[in-house]
T-cell receptor, first 116, second 114 residues
Framework: AQKVTQAQTEISVVEKEDVTLDCVYE???????LFWYKQPPSGELVFLIR??????QNEISGRYSWNFQKSTSSFNFTITASQVVDSAVYFC?????????????FGGGTRLMVKP | DTGVSQDPRHKITKRGQNVTFRCDPI?????LYWYRQTLGQGPEFLTY????????KSRLLSDRFSAERPKGSFSTLEIQRTEQGDSAMYLC????????????FGPGTRLTVT
């Protein structure tokens, strides 16, 4: 079974600040995928990024970047120059192995509030 | 719009009644998932289909719950003899069979059992 810990339940920042959301996961799978989803107040989960467990190269996509460290089982997500529209609950989710349908195990989420 | 759609968006029912929800996935997606989300929590996996075959069910899915995906297209989730503890948001997601396939979620059906 997989387990996800998002220790930050709520973060409040002022617009234009950078913010990093932490995620620590547990899995027995040797190959897996990690995802970040965003759930704005409207409620619909929005896919943000995906990372393979065998590729630890960190990337930047626009204002988003992520830091994956397999050795510490962490997959942190950073928003640069935050905006009010970034206010949402963010979920980290590893997926199960291929033959389990890649179902997602979600953490409890981190509520991000960006104030103008 | 070719995203995942769910119907109804809201359902209020009395305890003991049966309810059925529908999910229409993105048309070319082979996999379809159901999750349940209670207030303040992350979604929890319930079940998933690959085409018309239901391949995995969570222990959360009691025998009052049944899901189908006839012909590998839309899916229905039925809850029989609803209980107040069934009140939650029921989310449907779909993904492509190719590669890992990030899951795309619908807007959800919010169920309130009174």
């Amino acid at each position: 079974a997989q387990k996800v810990t998002q220790a930050q339940t709520e973060i409040s920042v002022v617009e234009k600040e950078d913010v990093t959301l932490d995620c620590v996961y547990e899995t027995r799978d040797t190959t897996y995928y990690l995802f970040w989803y965003k759930q704005p107040p409207s409620g619909e989960l929005v896919f943000l990024i995906r990372r393979n467990s065998f590729d630890e190269q960190n990337e930047i996509s626009g204002r988003y970047s992520w830091n994956f460290q397999k050795s510490t089982s962490s997959f942190n997500f950073t928003i640069t120059a935050s905006q009010v529209v970034d206010s949402a609950v963010y979920f980290c989710a590893p997926s199960a192995r291929e033959n389990a349908g890649n179902m997602l195990t979600f953490g409890g989420g981190t509520r991000l509030m960006v104030k103008p | 719009d070719t995203g995942v759609s769910q119907d109804p968006r809201h359902k209020i029912t009395k305890r003991g009644q049966n309810v059925t929800f529908r999910c229409d996935p993105i048309s070319e997606h082979n996999r379809l998932y159901w999750y349940r989300q209670t207030l303040g929590q992350g979604p929890e996996f319930l079940t998933y289909f690959q085409n018309e075959a239901q391949l995995e069910k969570s222990r959360l899915l009691s025998d009052r719950f049944s899901a189908e995906r006839p012909k590998g297209s839309f899916s229905t989730l039925e809850i029989q003899r609803t209980e107040q503890g069934d009140s939650a948001m029921y989310l449907c997601a779909s993904s492509s069979l190719a590669g890992v396939g990030e899951q795309y979620f619908g807007p959800g059906t919010r169920l309130t059992v009174t």
